[in-house]
């Protein structure tokens, strides 16, 4: 796999483009707005909403919204490029759940298939279906079906009927710490890079390699988290060099936590002794099914902008990793610029 990555978008709370949560989330600005939902006591829950959507919005409208924004930042550097005029788009969205239907999910779709004017939209589940996401774009460019591939991934937790959910189901006391529900959006354009080259657009990034794995510890259950399954995902990725930087899940619940953590043992001369390690989530708020592609285009916009902490990861691989509700881990290896 070698896909040139020519368009980023971000979306959430923290800021509209991929350039202002560089540099915002490293500022600590802007501060979280108010949250207007109480709890049975009075207390305010906390959350994160973008305050240019509100607080009050159905679920299927704010994660359109959501998603066309990122799309919108993303698909910019499309507009009037070369010989990539077929252009295939893929859904990464939340699996039908409290507060969000199949008829939301294919609301959504509905909406950015319009404004990209394709055909349907593919559709892949959960957190790591971005990973899954960027594998279709691979077959999919290289059976010229499309000359480039749109991967939007959004998600929503503000509404009543999930926040709902979300303080009745609360985690266990012996949990790592749960950042706070959220909503946001990720979007990647990627192509091939002789067709990058051909439409003479800037070259944001190069996914190397994407992986999803099965694991058999879900959300659902309390099967012993072993790290086998990411650790087989690690290893399907090629070795380009050792990681300097990665963007994950790590604070996202013990689940997520444990399994990498004992992945990246089994894995560690693969990576930097002095990796950076960034968890967008513990800023933005838990994104959902958005987090995979979240991490990963927050991870190219924190290289081109030149944002790492760490020396080691300047010039250096990253990878970006998610796990989806159902036990799916998913991660991706890629480089900035023109690596």
């Given at each position: 796999m070698k896909l040139a990555v020519v368009g980023l978008g971000l979306v959430s709370p923290a800021g509209i483009t991929s350039s202002e949560h560089v540099f915002y989330l490293r500022a600590r600005v802007p501060p979280p707005q108010a949250s207007p939902f109480l709890l049975a006591g009075g207390q305010r829950l906390s959350v994160g909403f973008c305050p240019w959507i509100g607080a009050r919005e159905r679920a299927a409208a704010r994660v359109a919204r959501l998603a066309l924004a990122a799309m919108h930042e993303a698909t910019r550097p499309l507009h009037g490029a070369p010989g990539l005029d077929r252009i295939a788009l893929v859904l990464v969205a939340a699996i039908p759940r409290p507060?969000?239907?199949?008829?939301d999910v294919r609301e959504v779709e509905a909406a950015l298939a319009a404004r990209l004017g394709g055909p349907d939209p593919l559709r892949f589940p959960g957190e790591a279906g971005c990973f899954a996401g960027l594998r279709a774009a691979e077959e999919l460019l290289a059976g010229?079906?499309?000359?480039?591939?749109?991967i939007v991934a959004a998600d929503s937790l503000i509404s009543i009927e999930r926040l709902r959910h979300w303080v009745s189901h609360p985690p266990s006391p012996w949990d790592a710490e749960v950042p706070r529900p959220s909503e946001g959006a990720a979007a990647l354009v990627v192509t091939a890079p002789d067709a990058a080259r051909s439409a003479r657009l800037p070259l944001l990034g190069t996914v190397h390699g994407a992986a999803t794995v099965q694991g058999s510890s879900t959300d659902a259950d309390d099967a012993i988290v072993d790290g086998v399954a990411m650790t087989q995902?690690?290893?399907g990725l090629p070795r380009i060099g050792r990681v300097g930087a990665v963007f994950g899940q790590l604070q996202v619940g013990s689940?997520?936590?444990?399994?990498?953590?004992?992945?990246?043992a089994r894995s560690s001369e693969r990576f930097e002794p002095e990796h950076d390690v960034s968890c967008p989530e513990m800023d933005v708020g838990v994104v959902g099914a958005a987090a995979g592609a979240f991490n990963l285009a927050y991870g190219l916009a924190t290289l081109r902008h030149g944002a790492t902490e760490s020396p080691a990861a300047a010039g250096a691989p990253l990878l970006a990793w998610a796990i989806s509700p159902d036990g799916t881990r998913g991660v991706a290896m890629a480089t900035g610029g023109c690596a």
């Open positions: 507060g969000l239907s199949r008829d010229g079906r499309a000359r480039a591939v749109v995902a690690l290893r689940l997520r936590q444990t399994e990498w953590l004992l992945a990246l």
